[in-house]
Structures are given as C-alpha cells and as structure tokens.
C-alpha cells in the first residue's frame, strides 16, 4: 500500500530564539530542535523512517519562516528512489519565507535506483528580504555497487516562480544525455547550490558570491566539471558533476561555508548530524 506523508514545519522568531513547530500526518517528521550557533539559528533533521519511496508514495513537505528567523533543514541520510512496476513517487517541497527569513535548506542526496520513476519537485516562495541558501543532489544508480542507473526516469523541478524555473527529465534511456560531452557525460552524480533572494540582490554581493564560489572551485578536485553563475539578479547557482556523490557533497559544503562568511557573516559551522 502507498504512503502518503505531510508534514508543515514553522518558523518564528519568539523574544530572540527562532522556535520551530510541526505538524504531520504518515511517516515525516522532524528530530529535536538544535541550538548549536546559539538561539537565533534552529537546526532541525528531517526524518523519513521507511527511509525511500516505491511507487505510488508521496512525500510532501511545507516549510515557512516568518519574519526574522533562521531555519536551517537537513536529513540524516538519502532519499531513495526504488524501483517501480509503473506508478510514480513523488517528493514535494514548498518552502515559503516571510519578509527579512533566512532559511537553510540542505538534504542528503536523492538516489534514483534502475527502475524508479520519480519526480523531485522543490518550489521556493521568498518575500522582500528573504534570502534562503539551499542545495539539489542527485545521484543515478549505484555505481560503487555495480548497480547502475539502466531503466526509469526521474523529473526534476526546481522553481522560484517568475523568477528562475527548472525542469526536466533523466530517462535511463536516453544515452546521448548520459554519456554525451554536452549532457552528464558520463557522470552520475548531478548538484546544483543555490543561493536565492526575494529582493534583486545588488550587483556588489552577486559578484562577491561569484568569486568566492569560483576560489572554491579552483582548489577543488570538481573545478572542471563545475561552475558558478547568475541566471537572475535574485539567482547565483553553482552546478557540479562528479562520477559519485561523496567529492560533489564534498565541495558543496565548502562552497557552503564560503557563502554563509561572504554573504551572510556567520561562521561555517555544520549540522551535527554530518558527523555521526
């Protein structure tokens, strides 16, 4: 039988401490808040215990942060994406940010087994102010396992709508696309980083974005098969291709790092779950 999970999570600011609040339905939910970087910052993991999704499942997660808070979202492992005898999975972000939130949006990867049939959809809604820095990560088969991506197909749909719109599709059948040198050329792991404002951000702090993401990518072993760019004057995205996901998650971090210190003066500090 499918599973269908919600879960809303909320943000507030309350006397100085960001405070989050929950509520869900079906297997979602979040972990205990975390204060590492002090009251104004709330950390929280994103639980899913069935740990993927068959055919059929859907996922839906809605995400607000009111004004002046911080949220910051990670999961302790990957979303998989398993085989399917034909119904789709679906996972369904809405992550909408009030006037002056940040918000830190950061998964693990998704893994798109053989055979899945899958659609990834995350859609961002920022007010004036807003500015919510967040990663995608896809990683295609198994390769470490010999377990490669040769049949199914994932959508992917990235939107912050009237402002940058992403979508497609990866068809384990389309070999020009996999392999081709103007497709993933052979690389089966995909990420993007971005960083994403309600206001036009001034031309100042987009270039400071642009050059502290491209120091990073020199110094990186991915630095040619990365890059850095502004699609919109709300928009800078780094995008990555690498053989697996560990040196692309790798870098992400880094670049991660460089944009909170760059854009947003805090320290680079890391949820505590990536070190368990």
Same mark, same amino acid.
């Given at each position: 039988m499918p599973w269908h999970a919600? #879960?809303?999570?909320?943000? /507030?600011?309350? /006397?100085? =401490?960001? @405070?989050? *609040? $929950?509520?869900?339905?079906? !297997?979602?939910?979040?972990?205990? /808040?975390?204060?590492?970087?002090?009251d104004a910052i709330c950390h929280n993991v994103l639980v899913h215990p069935p740990g993927g999704l068959v055919g059929g499942d859907t996922l839906e997660l809605a995400v607000r942060v009111q004004t002046g808070a911080h949220g910051l979202i990670t999961t302790p492992g990957a979303t998989r994406f398993y085989r399917s005898d034909g119904p789709q999975a679906l996972q369904d972000t809405r992550l909408v940010l009030d006037h002056d939130a940040r918000l830190e949006w950061l998964p693990l990867e998704a893994i798109c087994y053989s055979g899945c049939v899958a659609e990834n959809r995350l859609t961002m809604e920022l007010a004036s102010g807003a500015e919510l820095l967040g990663w995608d990560v896809?990683?295609?088969?198994?390769?470490? &396992?010999?377990?490669?991506? @040769? =049949?199914? &197909? #994932? =959508?992917? $749909?990235?939107?912050?709508?009237?402002?940058?719109?992403? *979508?497609? @599709?990866?068809?384990?059948?389309?070999?020009?696309? #996999?392999? /081709? !040198? @103007?497709?993933? &050329?052979?690389? *089966?792991c995909m990420a993007s980083l971005f960083f994403v404002a309600g206001t036009p951000l001034s031309r100042e702090r987009r270039q400071q974005a642009l050059d502290s993401a491209r120091a990073v990518l020199a110094a990186h072993p991915l630095a040619a098969t990365a890059g850095a760019t502004s699609p919109h004057a709300q928009v800078v995205v780094v995008r990555v291709l690498a053989p697996v996901v560990e040196p692309a998650m790798d870098l992400l971090r880094a670049l991660r790092h460089a944009w909170r210190q760059k854009l947003w003066a805090l320290s680079p500090s890391s949820p505590r779950i990536w070190s368990m």
């Open positions: 919600q #879960l809303a999570l909320d943000y /507030s600011l309350e /006397s100085g =401490r960001c @405070v989050a *609040r $929950h509520v869900h339905t079906g !297997p979602l939910r979040i972990l205990q /808040s975390l204060y590492p970087e002090g896809t990683a295609l088969g198994l390769p470490l &396992a010999d377990q490669p991506f @040769v =049949r199914g &197909a #994932l =959508r992917q $749909h990235i939107d912050l709508p009237g402002v940058w719109l992403e *979508r497609g @599709v990866v068809d384990a059948s389309d070999t020009r696309l #996999l392999n /081709s !040198p @103007v497709g993933l &050329a052979g690389q *089966r």
